[in-house]
């Protein structure tokens, strides 16, 4: 058996977690059972650099229904559930994953899954398609196409497609409706004050949250901070975003001024060095610094260590800094907070998203794109949310004739 995990002996307890994943993700289930009759992707290689949870375990469970042949890793060194890696090791699929992977284990394991040479790629930040494009463009020929999962992927790979340097079809799933409106957004949100309490537990009501980006994901923390009693401030660098946060209720102010009076601190903006230096310096004894944008280099922990004397692990997943006479609590080594400290998105969420994943696998193999950045189709997308809707028992309506008519013609007048 090919496979790489921290222990086998763990598979049972990763079964059951799938289990429970399948049991809540039923528009994949749906979808799995067409894959099963109709066989779309017999033959395929599909090669992943996902989160190793349970609910990613139900999508290479789905492709596998339609035929694919799976090999995965892991796509950030703390987010792998090794009890699920075990699990899927014990089915017979190719998984290189395990949590606390070294950067030189991560990049062993991303090849490991190119040398399976796959002929889709799917990915949460892109780093299957950059090794492919910098270090093993040998391999470009033969691949169909890829996914992206998240935003922090889609920004380096319309970079890349801004320079004409992507070489192969990529399907944008963040940026389907039925994945960032609710996967970014609901998900995001309660994953991460999840993962937060997990490491913690700490009390949110009535503490100063910052939260610093407000697209979907920062939206979806800073609605459920304030629904459990948090003064929330936002930070950003986009005017239209900070307009709508101060309009949706929360106080908007630089980071300079945030780092004064915030208490817990979260980054979810997909840039880099968000938290620095002099932000460290102003921020009140005890504050709580954690990340939920896609890599760890959001919080600049070069410079925290730099201005600390010392600094212990406290807690599971919470290490104490101990500065010139005030202690800063970093999570999960400044990554995923909500992946690293819990088990990330709630699996009817990740229904969705993985839906799209599975749907837009099936749309590479059957359409010849050009190469570039492409987004999902509506009819998928408008598709997955009518079969979510069908799942939770929800019955909408539908425009009359008469109503197609009116929206249709311009003749009606007022």
Not at 18 to 40: D, G, N, Q, T
Not at 133 to 138: F, M, T, V
Not at 191 to 213: E, P, Q
Not at 305 to 334: H, M, P, Q, T, W
Request: aromatic fraction near 6%; charge should be negative.
């Amino acid at each position: 058996m090919d496979y790489d995990v921290k222990d086998i002996k763990l598979a049972e307890s990763g079964g059951l977690k799938v289990e429970w994943a399948r049991a809540h993700m039923p528009v994949l289930m749906e979808i799995k059972k067409e894959f099963s009759e109709k066989k779309p992707l017999e033959g395929i290689r599909v090669g992943f650099a996902l989160h190793v949870t349970k609910e990613t375990a139900v999508l290479v469970e789905t492709l596998i229904a339609g035929g694919a042949d799976v090999s995965i890793t892991g796509c950030n060194p703390l987010s792998t559930q090794d009890d699920v890696a075990a699990y899927l090791a014990s089915e017979g699929i190719k998984v290189y994953a395990w949590r606390g992977e070294t950067k030189e284990e991560y990049y062993k394991n991303i090849n490991r899954v190119l040398d399976f040479k796959p002929q889709v790629t799917i990915d949460d930040g892109g780093d299957l398609v950059f090794v492919v494009h910098k270090e093993r463009q040998d391999l470009l020929e033969d691949i169909k196409g890829g996914c992206e999962e998240t935003t922090t992927g889609i920004i380096r790979l319309k970079a890349m497609e801004k320079d004409n340097a992507l070489k192969y079809p990529v399907m944008d799933i963040n940026n389907a409706m039925t994945k960032h409106f609710f996967d970014n957004r609901y998900g995001t949100g309660q994953s991460t004050i999840d993962g937060i309490l997990r490491a913690t537990s700490i009390l949110f009501a009535g503490r100063n949250v910052v939260v610093s980006g407000y697209g979907f994901c920062g939206r979806g923390i800073a609605a459920r901070a304030s629904g459990m009693g948090s003064n929330v401030i936002v930070t950003e660098v986009d005017p239209v975003r900070a307009l709508e946060a101060a309009m949706d209720g929360f106080r908007v102010m630089s980071m300079d001024k945030a780092a004064e009076v915030g208490e817990i601190f979260v980054t979810a903006t997909g840039d880099t060095k968000i938290l620095r230096k002099e932000h460290f310096l102003k921020m009140r004894d005890g504050a709580v610094v954690a990340n939920s944008g896609h890599f760890n280099n959001e919080i600049t922990i070069p410079d925290l260590e730099s201005l600390s004397k010392s600094k212990k692990e406290v807690r599971d997943n919470v290490v104490k800094y101990e500065l010139d006479g005030k202690s800063i609590y970093l999570l999960a080594e400044g990554r995923l907070v909500n992946l690293a400290a819990a088990e990330g998105h709630p699996s009817e969420v990740m229904d969705m998203s993985f839906a799209n994943q599975a749907m837009a696998v099936k749309h590479l193999i059957e359409n010849d794109l050009a190469p570039g950045v492409h987004p999902i189709p509506q009819e998928i997308d408008k598709g997955i949310a009518t079969l979510k809707l069908k799942t939770m028992g929800i019955e909408i309506d539908a425009l009359t004739d008469e109503q197609k008519k009116y929206l249709e013609t311009w003749e009606e007048g007022t």
